[in-house]
């Protein structure tokens, strides 16, 4: 059974910073080097929105809200994903789930959440000014 385990989420002040970690477990052996991992958001009354993908060719996505703030970033050997949040602003505030495939995803499916299959349980983060 495929897990997805966030953490990391709290509270903090405009401009600082967070780092949010995804641990999956469950996964076939050395396949996990192989999926797509995303982290989506979704604030209160708001439809869930794609934050920052890597698929396993390494290449990443990011929303135009976060780019130049957020950096994913993923350590197969630990099948663990990482969003490192810098700059943090009110409108970041939200709950933040991981996600990840089993088949490749690019471009805009990055970023897709129907293309996920597999999801964390959220971690709340909340940015006050």
């Known amino acids: 059974q495929v897990q997805l385990v966030e953490s990391g989420g709290g509270s903090v002040q405009v401009g600082g910073s967070l780092k949010l970690t995804c641990e999956t477990s469950g996964l076939p052996y050395n396949k996990y080097t192989t999926y797509p991992v995303a982290w989506f958001r979704q604030a209160p009354g708001k439809e869930r929105e794609g934050v920052a993908s890597?698929?396993?060719?390494?290449?990443?996505r990011y929303s135009d809200s976060v780019k130049g703030r957020f950096t994913i970033s993923r350590d197969n050997a630990k099948t663990t994903q990482f969003l490192q949040m810098d700059n943090l602003k009110p409108e970041d505030t939200a709950v933040y789930y991981c996600?990840?495939?089993?088949?490749?995803?690019?471009?805009?499916?990055?970023?897709?959440?129907?293309?996920?299959?597999?999801w964390g349980q959220g971690t709340q983060v909340t940015v006050s000014s």
């Open positions: 890597k698929n396993g060719y390494g290449t990443t």
């Open positions: 996600a990840l495939d089993p088949l490749f995803l690019s471009g805009s499916a990055l970023l897709d959440s129907s293309r996920y299959r597999y």
